[in-house]
C-alpha cells in the first residue's frame, strides 16, 4: 500500500516535469526546427495568397495564421524571426516590389509584439489571447506601419494623403487580418492537442475523502 501511495503523490510532480520539458527554449534544436517550420509555412502561405487575389487591392493572404501561431506558441523573440526570415525570404522568392526595411521592420515587430501580448495578457482564454493579439497586431503594423512605407515606397505621399491613400489601397486590410484571426481561432483545439500549445483548462477538484481503516 506504501508503494502505491508514493507513487500517487509522485505523479503530478512527473506530469508537471514532462509538461516543463515539452516547452520550446530558445537556443535548442527543437527551437531551431520550430521556427525554420514557422517560417516555411509562412512563405508558403504567401504564396498561395497570390492566387486568392480578389481585386488589385484585395488579396487574402494567410500568412497572418502562420505569425499569429508562431508568435503564440514561440514567444516574442523567436515569433519576431519567423516574421522577419519569412518576409524577406519571401521578398526574394515571391517579387513582389522593392523591400522596405520600414516594412521589414513592422512585419517583425508582429511576432515580437504578438509574442508579448500573447505571453502577459491576463486571461486563461486562447480565443481572447489570440483576438488581441491580432487587433494589436493588425492596427499597429498591418495598417500604421505598413501602410506608411508603402505609402512612402510608392510614392503616393506625391499625390494624396496617408490616410486618403490607406481608404482607397489598403481599406480591405482590416478583413483579411479578421479572416486570419478567424481561421486561428478555429486550429486552437488542434494546437492543444498536438501540444504546441499547454491545455491550460482548470483540472476537476477532487474530492478529498478521509482514509477508512480496514
Known amino acids: 500500500m506504501s508503494n502505491i501511495a508514493q507513487q500517487e503523490i509522485a505523479t503530478p510532480d512527473d506530469k508537471s516535469a514532462k509538461v516543463r520539458s515539452q516547452k520550446i527554449k530558445f537556443g535548442t534544436t527543437k527551437w531551431l526546427t520550430y521556427t525554420a517550420v514557422f517560417a516555411a509555412l509562412a512563405i508558403i502561405m504567401k504564396f498561395i495568397g497570390q492566387f ?99 505609402w512612402y515606397v510608392y510614392k503616393w505621399y506625391q499625390g494624396m494623403s496617408f490616410w486618403k491613400y490607406f481608404a482607397l489601397k489598403r481599406a480591405f486590410q482590416p478583413l483579411v487580418a479578421g479572416i486570419n484571426v478567424i481561421i486561428t481561432l478555429t486550429l486552437i483545439p488542434l494546437l492543444i492537442r498536438t501540444k504546441l500549445l499547454p491545455d491550460n483548462k482548470k483540472p476537476p477538484k477532487e474530492n478529498k475523502k478521509c482514509p477508512t481503516s480496514l
Do not use: H, Q
Not at 486568392?52 to 523567436?78: C, E, M, N, R
Not at 526595411?101 to 481572447?128: A, E, H, I, Q
Open 52 to 150: 486568392l487575389t480578389l481585386t488589385p487591392d484585395f488579396k487574402i493572404t494567410l500568412i497572418y495564421v502562420v505569425w499569429l501561431i508562431a508568435a503564440a506558441v514561440l514567444g516574442p523573440i523567436s515569433g519576431g524571426a519567423v516574421c522577419f526570415v519569412s518576409d524577406v525570404l519571401g521578398s526574394f522568392i515571391i517579387p513582389m516590389g522593392p523591400i522596405s526595411p520600414l516594412n521589414v521592420l513592422g512585419n517583425t515587430l508582429y511576432g515580437v509584439v504578438g509574442g508579448l501580448v500573447f505571453k502577459y495578457l491576463p486571461t486563461r482564454s486562447y480565443v481572447v489571447k489570440f483576438i488581441v493579439e491580432g487587433v494589436v497586431c493588425t492596427v499597429l503594423f498591418t495598417c500604421l506601419i505598413n501602410s506608411l512605407s508603402l
